[in-house]
C-alpha cells in the first residue's frame, strides 16, 4: 500500500476514534509534545503576546509533524514508534516522581503498547511498525484539530460539548486567545490554522516507505 493511502486511512481512523481508551496512548505522547513545546516558548519567548505565543506552539507542534514524516522516509522509520513511546514513558516517570503521585491508567497504556511495539521489533514485522509510526505522526494533526477547533467549539457551544466526543482528549484551547480578533470567534481562526498547517502534512505523506 502506497504511504499517502496509509496516511489517509490511519487520519480517518484516528479522527474517528480519539477521545476513546482505544487512542488514549497515542493522546499520552501529543501531551507529552506538547508540554515540551509550551516549556520551550515560556522559556525562550517569556513575556512575548499570548497570541504571539499560541501561533509559534502550534507552528511548532506541526513542525515536529512534518520532521517525523521526513524521518518516517528514511531507514529510521520503523524506530518512531519505539523512539515516541520511550520518550513519553520517561516524561512519565519523570513528573510522576516531581508529583509524587502515579496515575496508574497511564502506567498501564504506555507498558501495554511498549510491550506490544517490543515483539513487533521482535519478529520484525517491519510493515506494521510503519503503520504503528503513522498513528504517532498523525496523533499530532488530531491533538490539534482537537485544540484549536473542537476546544472553542465545545467551550461556545454547550450542545457541541455533547457531541463532540473527540474534545475529550483535548487539555488545552490553543486558539482561544484568538476569540474576537478581527471580529472572529476562536473555531474560525482554528479552521484556518488547520487548513494552512495541513498542507505540508499532505505534501510529505507522498512518496514515504509502502507498507
Do not use: N
Request: hydrophobic residues 55%; glycine residues 4%.
Amino acid at each position: 500500500m502506497r504511504s499517502e493511502e496509509r496516511a489517509g486511512i490511519v487520519a480517518a481512523v484516528l479522527l474517528l476514534l480519539w477521545g476513546t481508551i482505544l487512542t488514549f496512548p497515542f493522546h499520552l505522547f501529543t501531551v507529552f509534545l506538547e508540554r515540551i513545546v509550551s516549556t520551550a516558548c515560556g522559556v525562550v519567548l517569556g513575556s512575548a503576546p499570548v497570541i504571539v505565543v499560541q501561533i509559534i506552539k502550534i507552528v511548532l507542534l506541526s513542525g515536529i509533524e512534518v520532521f517525523l514524516l521526513l524521518v518516517s522516509k528514511t531507514r529510521f522509520a520503523c524506530y518512531i514508534p519505539v523512539t515516541a513511546l520511550l520518550t513519553t514513558s520517561v516524561s512519565f516517570v519523570l513528573r510522576s516522581i516531581q508529583t509524587r503521585s502515579f496515575d496508574t491508567k497511564t502506567g498501564i497504556a504506555l507498558a501495554v503498547v511498549l510491550i506490544l511495539t517490543a515483539l513487533i521489533h521482535l519478529f520484525r514485522a517491519e510493515k506494521i511498525l510503519l503503520w504503528e509510526g503513522d498513528i504517532f505522526i498523525y496523533s499530532i494533526s488530531i491533538h490539534l484539530i482537537t485544540s484549536i477547533v473542537a476546544a472553542p467549539l465545545a467551550a461556545s457551544y454547550a450542545l457541541m460539548d455533547k457531541i463532540l466526543y473527540i474534545d475529550h482528549y483535548h487539555d488545552t484551547d490553543m486558539s482561544g486567545a484568538f476569540a474576537g480578533f478581527l471580529t472572529l470567534p476562536a473555531f474560525v481562526w482554528g479552521l484556518f490554522f488547520m487548513i494552512i498547517l495541513s498542507l505540508p502534512v499532505v505534501y510529505y505523506s507522498f512518496s514515504r516507505k509502502k507498507a
